[in-house]
């Protein structure tokens, strides 16, 4: 009997580019792909009880069997603007990541500040309660600016180091400007090469009287886009926690579904549907295993 999924496919050609490349660089890579997803009814509520039958993939037309649905579970960096101009802002900051990290689950979270020398306070070994207490202990620094971009590229380095197939980069900036000094290449490489989806959620009401910032929300709300992530314009500081409440619900919604391929075979014109009566799918990524 043949399929029709047409009215449920989501194309993920255009989400690819991250990821193909590596697929490319060594024809022997596994025999299976994974493809990052959400599953949505008809009312946008997300549907996580699905399963390796409610699925069909194909790949430039071919059929593929799938194996296995999860939960996605992938590490997350979480970067904070301690910056001279978030001193307002900290507070509330610091009580929305605590926020989110009750949100998202255990699963491997780093923690990094952007402000005067972009630093990580913690690494994804770090269990939960340590990551918890190195948050309570930040604060921001006397006087320095924010080096968002230059705090992205350590976190892209560090999310590299771990060989994960799919990643998220989240920044809160107090003022959604950027001072970083590093040519902005050479910083937005790492940051790409990480493969990490970006977030970043800016407050425009401190934008007006900050200074040393140079980098405007476009370029920034650029890159964000390229990663397949989002740029969140907030207008006060309350509104970082609703800001990471929309994020937790998309990322413990995510679907990690692994399925069979040929040998070196190429992701070319990835479909993805389910057998789901008015079921939506919206297609985030593929990697190969």
Same mark, same amino acid.
Request: glycine share 8%; aromatic share 4%; charged share 20%.
């Given at each position: 009997?043949?399929? @029709?999924v047409s009215p449920l496919v989501l194309t993920l050609a255009a989400?690819?580019?991250?990821?193909?490349?590596?697929?490319?660089?060594?024809?022997?890579?596994?025999? /299976?792909?994974?493809?990052?997803?959400?599953?949505?009814?008809?009312?946008?509520?997300?549907?996580?009880?699905?399963?390796?039958?409610?699925?069909?993939?194909? @790949?430039?037309?071919?059929?593929?069997?799938?194996?296995?649905?999860?939960? %996605?579970?992938?590490?997350?960096?979480?970067?904070?603007?301690?910056?001279?101009?978030?001193?307002?802002?900290?507070?509330?900051?610091?009580?929305?990541?605590?926020?989110?990290?009750?949100?998202?689950?255990?699963?491997?979270?780093?923690?990094?500040?952007?402000?005067?020398?972009?630093?990580?306070?913690?690494?994804?070994?770090?269990?939960?309660?340590?990551?918890?207490?190195?948050?309570?202990?930040?604060?921001?620094?006397? /006087?320095?600016?924010?080096?968002?971009?230059?705090?992205?590229?350590?976190?892209?380095?560090?999310?590299?180091?771990?060989?994960?197939?799919?990643?998220?980069?989240?920044?809160?900036?107090?003022?959604?400007?950027?001072? /970083?000094?590093? %040519?902005?290449? @050479?910083?937005?490489?790492?940051?790409?090469?990480s493969g990490a989806i970006l977030h970043i959620i800016a407050n425009?009401?401190?934008? %007006?009287?900050?200074?040393?910032?140079?980098?405007?929300?476009?370029?920034?709300r650029a890159l964000a886009e390229q990663t397949r992530g989002q740029?969140?314009?907030?207008?006060?500081?309350?509104?970082?926690?609703? %800001?990471?409440?929309?994020?937790?619900?998309?990322?413990?919604? @995510?679907?990690?579904?692994?399925?069979?391929?040929?040998?070196? /075979?190429?992701?070319?014109?990835?479909?993805?549907?389910?057998?789901?009566?008015?079921?939506?799918?919206?297609?985030?990524?593929?990697?190969?295993?």
């Amino acid at each position: 009997m043949r399929l @029709e999924v047409s009215p449920l496919v989501l194309t993920l050609a255009a989400t690819l580019a991250l990821h193909a490349a590596s697929d490319t660089a060594d024809p022997q890579t596994g025999a /299976s792909r994974i493809a990052l997803a959400t599953v949505s009814d008809p009312r946008n509520r997300p549907l996580m009880d699905v399963g390796p039958d409610d699925f069909v993939i194909e @790949e430039a037309g071919a059929a593929r069997e799938v194996l296995f649905v999860r939960p %996605a579970d992938y590490p997350i960096v979480v970067l904070l603007d301690n910056g001279t101009e978030a001193r307002a802002d900290f507070p509330p900051m610091r009580k929305a990541v605590a926020h989110f990290l009750d949100r998202i689950g255990l699963r491997p979270v780093a923690l990094g500040t952007f402000g005067n020398v972009p630093t990580m306070v913690t690494t994804f070994e770090d269990d939960r309660r340590t990551v918890t207490v190195r948050l309570g202990e930040l604060d921001t620094a006397t /006087s320095a600016g924010s080096l968002l971009l230059q705090g992205a590229a350590l976190a892209g380095e560090t999310i590299k180091r771990t060989g994960s197939l799919f990643s998220t980069i989240i920044i809160l900036s107090a003022t959604g400007l950027d001072g /970083s000094r590093d %040519a902005p290449e @050479e910083m937005i490489a790492p940051i790409v090469d990480s493969g990490a989806i970006l977030h970043i959620i800016a407050n425009r009401s401190v934008q %007006a009287s900050a200074g040393g910032g140079s980098r405007p929300g476009g370029a920034l709300r650029a890159l964000a886009e390229q990663t397949r992530g989002q740029y969140t314009t907030i207008y006060s500081s309350a509104s970082y926690q609703a %800001a990471l409440e929309r994020l937790a619900d998309r990322l413990t919604s @995510e679907l990690m579904i692994e399925y069979m391929v040929p040998v070196g /075979s190429k992701p070319n014109d990835v479909k993805v549907g389910v057998r789901l009566a008015g079921a939506r799918v919206r297609g985030l990524g593929v990697a190969p295993k």
